[in-house]
């Protein structure tokens, strides 16, 4: 059995989903297990729902609710000619339950809220596609990942019962292919002990697929996208990018570590552990090899990547009674760092400075000042960038530090770090 993963883009309006039909038809009389992200822009505006829910304003709720199902009911108008399907009794069922949920009170548990509503995204998508699918012949069964995967009760950012999960997805699904060729199911979606819908964080279906694929003993992953396979940088920032042909599922996570963000992170340790390749493939291009993912790196060297984050604010604490950083500041840093919920991109100490640096959109720089001004003197620095090249040469870290000044660098053996800004 193979999984495919197709995430919102791939999914986002009607000619999107024939497409996946037609990629499916590639593959036809195989075992396919397919898992669908929310359509498009869904899980955002779902998120907005909540958030109106929470305000009680009522108005706003039902607004958006309104728009989310006019953007369902047209994308189903051209998919099906017939009003009769059941998918539509199907998805005007989900919408009246959303709609009532208003009428309860907000929860004091906000996350569990938000798993309740959220999830609703990839519900209604798997509903649609599986619908249309069978309309295309494709011998498919629906499958409800909520009763598949277990997880703990850390709503919008489940943690996996890999034991339970395994047993669930060994004996109530597996046994489904002896009558169907394609199970298709939703990304993103737990459940609890009780039967409560958890997610498993944003962006989280590619997890899912992983998620699968460990405890089915897949064959390989493919997650298709809308570009041709990992590439060596974000063309956003980079002309020239090189889409990287095999990359060992250890490079794949130090890419993804750094801010590569082609691929869930959490979705290769489970590949990993048992040897199942991750191809990341493009459904305009079906037929191309995109990117495979798998365990020998005997090519990782071959191509330099970067990675680029932007918007950085780089601080140094200096403690003020000339005491040496050494292990009983670091764990005092660490820890007011910890009270504000700092994720650090990169850090550095020398004798009596630590330096870190945080993306400047997620700190509020007065906080930190006042969180380290008892004890230490702060400095900060804004409006930088930091470039990671992993397999470096001296033509690379010219090519990337061209007109800038470089504040801050690290290097090991394959990796460069390099704090930069604009040559003013
Ligand atoms: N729909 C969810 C999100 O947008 C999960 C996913 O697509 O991976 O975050």
């Not at 009003?83 to 004091?108: C, G, M, Q, S, T």
């Not at 990782?300 to 009983?328: A, G, R, Y």
Request: aromatic letters at 12%.
């Amino acid at each position: 059995m193979k999984v495919f993963k197709f995430g919102g883009a791939s999914v986002k309006d009607a000619s999107a989903v024939r497409n996946v039909s037609g990629i499916l038809s590639l593959f036809e009389g195989e075992k396919l297990t397919v898992i669908v992200s929310a359509m498009g822009k869904t899980t955002n505006k779902l998120e907005e729902i909540v958030n109106a829910s929470q305000k009680r304003d009522r108005k706003i709720f039902m607004a958006h609710v309104d728009d989310l199902y006019s953007f369902h009911m047209n994308i189903m108008g051209e998919l099906f000619t017939e009003k009769h399907f059941a998918v539509y009794n199907k998805v005007e069922e989900i919408f009246e339950k959303l709609r009532d949920r208003f009428n309860d009170p907000f929860p004091d548990n906000y996350s569990f809220e938000y798993d309740q509503i959220v999830s609703l995204g990839e519900v209604l998508s798997s509903h649609i596609v599986a619908a249309f699918l069978f309309e295309q012949g494709h011998s498919v069964a629906w499958a409800d990942a909520r009763k598949l995967i277990r997880t703990n009760h850390q709503y919008q950012e489940g943690n996996v019962d890999w034991i339970k999960t395994e047993e669930l997805i060994q004996s109530r699904f597996i046994p489904e292919f002896e009558r169907t060729d394609i199970q298709l199911t939703q990304g993103f979606l737990g459940h609890t002990d009780e039967g409560f819908t958890t997610t498993l964080g944003r962006e989280g279906s590619d997890y899912t697929a992983g998620i699968f694929a460990y405890c089915a003993n897949a064959e390989s992953v493919t997650i298709w996208k809308d570009v041709p396979g990992m590439l060596n940088a974000d063309p956003k920032w980079f002309d020239n990018t090189i889409k990287l042909d095999s990359i060992s599922f250890k490079e794949a996570i130090e890419l993804a570590y750094y801010g590569a963000s082609v691929i869930h992170p959490k979705t290769i340790k489970p590949l990993q552990n048992k040897g199942i390749p991750l191809y990341v493939k493009s459904f305009i291009d079906p037929k191309a090899d995109g990117t495979v993912i798998q365990s020998s790196g005997e090519h990782d060297h071959l191509v330099p990547s970067f990675i680029f984050k932007m918007d950085q604010v780089l601080f140094s604490f200096t403690t003020k009674d000339f005491s040496f950083i050494v292990e009983e500041n670091l764990s005092d840093i660490f820890d007011r760092l910890a009270r504000v919920n700092a994720k650090i991109n990169l850090m550095q100490n020398s004798a009596l400075d630590f330096s870190i640096l945080l993306d400047r959109s997620k700190v509020n720089i007065q906080k930190i000042i006042d969180l380290f001004s008892d004890s230490y003197a702060v400095k900060y620095n804004e409006g930088l960038e930091l470039v990671t090249i992993r397999h470096y040469d001296q033509a690379t870290l010219d090519r990337v530090t061209e007109n800038k000044d470089i504040l801050l660098q690290q290097k090991s053996r394959q990796t460069a770090r390099l704090i930069m800004k604009d040559r003013g």
